[in-house]
């Protein structure tokens, strides 16, 4: 049985926060109707996910057996390695910019171009590195906005922590959360090497004791798309 294929649409979107277009790829379900709801999700490193993380198919095959609500799957590519930085990394000049923009701008046009439920808990995002980190700052910046988050192998550092412990309304968020055992030297994009494990079990503590809807694994392996990819089944059904 050939399991029905979504499409993947590119669109570009004005954006006054950054002052400049971005790009979007925007996954619709092959049954997509506009008599329908949708939840969303929304990938930093959206080619990444599409590309490496094959999460078009994944989507295809689970909405085909119903094993997924109805979901649409947005991805926001990045320029280059300096455009990612400036825009996911907490101390890179457009990260608030960039928060901004996925609240303030993106959403209001999702929600008017498709037809979404409109409420938080049926908004994700997901990004892996520096990207789990910019979709996380973005959840608990704005928790009405996005109800879900999830993060693979995450950066964290001073900053997430300070955001983690400050947050007063956990009831709002759900975290999806995994890291791997070997993470621990972690060639990163600026050529330094980081321990990404422990800072993520520091994590893991914290949003265990403020009681957050959270799952927790720790994977069999380091920082790359050979461990997210297969997790992804996983990742999809937890929160959908």
């Known amino acids: 049985m050939e399991i029905p294929k979504g499409t993947i649409k590119?669109?570009?979107?004005?954006s006054n926060e950054l002052g400049e277009d971005i790009q979007l790829l925007i996954y619709l379900p092959a049954n997509f109707s506009p008599l329908y709801k949708y939840s969303l999700l929304i990938a930093q490193d959206g080619r990444d996910y599409f590309q490496l993380g094959r999460i078009g198919r994944l989507a295809d095959e689970y909405l085909y057996e119903r094993e997924i609500e109805n979901l649409i799957i947005v991805g926001i590519p990045y320029k280059d390695v300096e455009d990612r930085r400036r825009k996911y990394h907490p101390a890179g000049e457009q990260n608030q910019h960039y928060i901004r923009f996925l609240a303030h701008e993106l959403v209001p046009f999702l929600d008017n171009e498709f037809p979404t439920y409109q409420m938080g808990s049926t908004r994700a995002l997901i990004g892996d590195s520096l990207g789990a980190t910019v979709s996380l700052m973005t959840a608990l910046q704005y928790p009405h906005t996005f109800g879900k988050v999830l993060l693979q192998s995450p950066l964290v550092e001073d900053k997430v922590f300070g955001l983690?412990?400050?947050f007063s309304e956990p009831e709002l968020l759900e975290i999806y959360h995994i890291v791997g055992n070997q993470e621990t030297e972690v060639q990163t994009t600026n050529g330094k090497i980081?321990?990404?494990?422990?800072?993520?079990?520091?994590?893991?503590?914290?949003?265990?004791?403020?009681a957050f809807t959270y799952f927790y694994d720790e994977f069999d392996g380091d920082h790359t798309w050979t461990y997210w990819q297969p997790d992804l089944k996983r990742a999809l059904k937890v929160m959908f």
Do not use: M, Q
């Not at 590119?10 to 004005?14: M, R």
């Open 194 to 210: 980081s321990d990404f494990l422990n800072p993520n079990r520091k994590l893991s503590e914290i949003f265990t004791n403020k």
């Open 164 to 166: 983690v412990e400050s």
């Open 10 to 14: 590119e669109h570009t979107i004005k």
